[in-house]
């Protein structure tokens, strides 16, 4: 049957198929989907866990015991999961391990562009490209054999444009792997100094057969055309060579951890001139120049930002055109086609921003006007750094807030502790947070950690997590009590504030940072987009009394403007959150009486 598939529902799809029974993952864009859509099937076990760390030791656990299992996350997640997945490069697993890295190129929600192809290079161990759904259904699969076959976890690299493009998908029936028979084996899962040491010469001896598998991998192949020019890719970068170089020889390789040596070599002495057209680091291009060839890379392509079609026609087009002028005769009607797509895309700037009736845009309000220094983290409320509310100072990785909020205050003293919050969301904290408070109040800490609990996993699409009382199938469960979490990592100050309330926000931090010891403000108001029931009535102007003082606008609400001298409020976007009436000095704001179900 063929089905139109979303990039990732093709590896849940693939997953499906191949007959996994657990599958694990912290929601993280480009690769959420992944999970959500092998939430549907029955058959899988699926959960999401705190962190990817913990994900990863699931899905290990899983196959250790005898079950093909799936660990997902983005570039970022594969971090904290490195620990784990550095150590099962020499343990190795009974039944398949797949871990799906989905790189982010463009830093369309990331904080960083890392190529997580050199994770696979470091640990060993196999990584497969997909360049489209089909592939990301079949490398999948392809990836549980692998694992079995060679005895090793494998990587499934993607990119937010396989990700998150549809192309058609040929899909089958599930495969039952069943249970593989669990047998107690210490020398192999147990990785004493001892034990590790007699595992790893193993994995260079498989190394060495997944390079001989390499060669004749069905997912690497050869394309000859005009062979005055030939390209070496992989991933999506191949079906940007094929839109923009029609006619030029290609090397494609589905497989590009390890490098097919010979082929490669065959391939590039084949052509005139060899490029390697691939996004972010030169991964295949320095494993290339070690074999002694000479090839055409990141000189010419860049090694930030997202490759395109216009992109590749404009510099590996330009640079070919010159060789091949006959070939190339389209190829200048193709690139002036492409340049005209992307200006047209080129559009005004569009910052994100909370949305109307978000519960954190009070409390960064109120960090603003008591000009504190405050430590970020990861989630919608990273928002907070900017205008109008700039009301952040750092934002590192997940967690992060905790511990720098500690370590400014170590390094600058009590006095500064005195003008510095921590800002984490309540999926955040549960994910890495709970570690760095632990770390405050052992070492006497003395500042304030603000949780801001909406409820969900916002930013990634609604994700629950411990926190909220339901599994990853929606089904209830366990409710963590965070007020009873801090108190049991130490925290003897907790303070839960309803973040609309302004004059509430503003006394209890004010309180809490003058305090001498560690203390935790919960802000907590569910997500605005999840609670409709929740909502009140929206907002309007009284335009006889408004001052004209924009002190509404210092919010940063996109339901709010500005027009003719009068602040305007559109009732559309309104939450009816009360914000806006409550830092209007005029009160010339007030509930319209219109509410939204």
């Known amino acids: 049957m063929r089905e139109l598939l979303l990039g990732n529902h093709a590896v849940a799809r ?81 039944a398949g391990l797949v871990v799906v890295s989905a790189d982010d190129p463009g830093l369309f929600s990331s904080q960083n562009e890392q190529d997580n192809r050199y994770y696979a290079r470091l640990a060993q161990i196999p990584c497969l490209e997909p360049a489209d759904s089909q592939e990301a259904r079949d490398f999948t699969m392809l990836a549980f054999d692998l694992s079995e076959r060679f005895d090793t976890p494998v990587m499934l690299r993607l990119t937010t444009r396989v990700a998150h493009s549809y192309s058609l998908v040929e899909t089958g029936l599930r495969q039952e792997a069943g249970l593989k028979d669990y047998v107690k084996q210490p020398p192999k899962y147990v990785m004493l100094p001892a034990f590790g040491r007699a595992r790893h010469p193993l994995v260079e001896e498989r190394r060495e057969r997944l390079k001989a598998y390499a060669e004749t991998a069905p997912v690497n192949r050869v394309e000859w055309a005009d062979r005055r020019v030939g390209v070496i890719t992989a991933g999506i970068a191949y079906q940007y060579v094929k839109e923009a170089l029609p006619g030029v020889s290609v090397l494609k390789l589905g497989l590009t951890y390890p490098l097919p040596e010979k082929l490669v070599r065959e391939f590039a002495g084949g052509v005139g001139t060899c490029f390697v057209v691939e996004e972010l680091e030169p991964f295949l291009e320095e494993q290339v120049r070690l074999l002694g060839l000479s090839v055409i890379g990141k000189e010419i392509i860049p090694r930030v930002g997202e490759l395109s079609p216009a992109l590749v026609a404009g510099t590996v087009g330009r640079r070919a055109a010159l060789l091949v002028p ?39 309000y109120t960090l603003k006007k008591l000009n504190l220094v405050v430590t970020g983290d990861i989630g919608c409320y990273t928002l907070g750094a900017s205008p109008p509310l700039s009301s952040m100072d750092t ?49 006497r800490g003395s500042g304030t950690l603000i949780i801001l609990d909406n409820g969900t996993t916002a930013m990634t699409g609604h994700q629950h997590h411990p926190g909220t009382g339901y599994t990853a199938a929606g089904d209830p469960t366990f409710k963590v009590d965070l ?45 605005a987009l999840l609670k409709k029931e929740e909502k009140g009535a929206v907002c309007k102007v009284d335009e006889g009394s408004c001052l004209g003082c924009r002190k509404c606008l210092e919010l940063g609400c996109p339901a709010l403007s500005f027009v003719e001298g009068q602040a305007c409020i559109d009732a ?26």
């Open 483 to 527: 007020e009873q979490l801090v108190r049991g990592l130490g925290v003897s100050r907790v303070r839960v504030v309803d973040p609309y309330d302004l004059d509430e926000v503003e006394a209890t931090v004010k309180e809490e940072v003058d305090t001498a010891e560690p203390s935790v403000i919960i802000a907590r108001r569910s997500c």
């Open 14 to 94: 693939g997953a499906y198929e191949a007959g996994v029974s657990v599958a694990a993952a912290y929601p993280g864009t480009p690769s959420t989907e992944i999970i959500e859509a092998l939430a549907l099937y029955p058959e899988i076990y699926t959960e999401w866990a705190p962190n990817e760390k913990v994900a990863l030791e699931v899905a290990a656990g899983a196959a250790i015991g005898g079950g093909r299992a799936l660990a997902a996350m983005k570039h970022v997640g594969l971090n904290v999961a490195a620990d784990p997945l550095m150590t099962l490069a020499y343990t190795g697993v009974n």
């Open 395 to 443: 934002c590192i990785c997940m967690g992060a807030s905790v511990g720098m909020a500690l370590g400014m205050e170590k390094a600058r003293g009590r006095d500064f502790a005195r003008r510095l919050v921590a800002v984490i969301g309540d999926s955040t904290f549960l994910h890495s947070g709970m570690t760095g408070l632990l770390d405050w109040v052992y070492n």
């Open 572 to 597: 559309l976007q309104c939450n009816g959150c009360g914000l806006c009436a409550s830092v209007c000095p005029s009160q010339a704001i007030s509930e319209a009486g219109v509410v939204y179900e």
């Open 326 to 364: 006959d070939l190339a005769a389209n190829w200048t009607v193709r690139d002036q086609a492409l340049s005209q797509v992307a200006a047209a895309l080129d559009l005004p700037a569009r910052p994100p921003v909370m949305c109307p009736g978000c519960p954190h845009r009070g409390v960064f």
